[in-house]
C-alpha cells in the first residue's frame, strides 16, 4: 500500500530570525528619532488564518513596520518582489519568512506559497496595489483570502511628522467574488486612509 505524498510545507518562517529582522528594522526608525503608533489593533483576530492587505505602499519600511505593530501571537509573512531575495539581505528576509514573487508574469509558485501560509493557520502580509506607489487594486488578495478561506484585516500606514501610525481595521470575511471582495478591500482603504 503506497502511502500519500505528504503536501507541500509552507515557506518556512525561523522565529530566531524573524524576531531579528523586525527588532533590526526598528533602528533605522530610532536614528530618524521616528516612533511606531498602532490603532485598531484589538480589532486583528488573535487566532487563526489570517490576510493583512496594507494599504497606501509608499515605503521600503512598510513591511516592517506593519509586522512591528502586530499582536505578539502574530508573524506575518509577506509576498516582496523577487528583486530583494539576493545576497545577505535575501537570506534574511527568506529566514524571517517571506518568500518571492515574479511581478512580471502570474507566478503560480507564488500563489502556492501564499496559499500554504494561510492553510498552515498563518499570517499573510500583501499589498493590494502590487507595488509602491501602485494606484489602482489588483484582485490577488481577494484571490488568496477566498482560496485560503482567511479573513482580511485592512491596515493603513501614514508618516505624521515624525509618527508612523498603522490603522487597522474590522476583518472581511472571505465571501463573495473574487471582484466583489476587492471592492470591499478597496472601500475598508477608503475609509482607514479618510480617518486621517
Known sequence: MSQATPAPAAPRLIPFFYHLVVNATRLPLVVRGQRVVALGRDLIPATGRLVIAGGNHTSNMDPFIIAQTLPAGRRVQFLAKKELFTGPVGWLIS?????????????????????????????????????????????????????????ITPV??????????????????????VKELTEQIGLALDRLGQMG
Open 95 to 151: 529566514a524571517g519568512g517571506s518568500f518571492p514573487v515574479d511581478r512580471s508574469k502570474n507566478d503560480l509558485g507564488a500563489i502556492r506559497n501564499a496559499l500554504r501560509v494561510l492553510q498552515a493557520g498563518g499570517t499573510l502580509g500583501i499589498f493590494p496595489e502590487g507595488t509602491r506607489g501602485g494606484q489602482e487594486l489588483q484582485g490577488g488578495t481577494a484571490l488568496l483570502a477566498l482560496k485560503g478561506k482567511a479573513p
Open 156 to 177: 493603513w500606514l501614514k508618516l505624521e511628522g515624525k509618527t508612523w501610525i498603522a490603522r487597522f481595521g474590522a476583518p472581511i470575511q472571505p465571501a463573495g467574488s
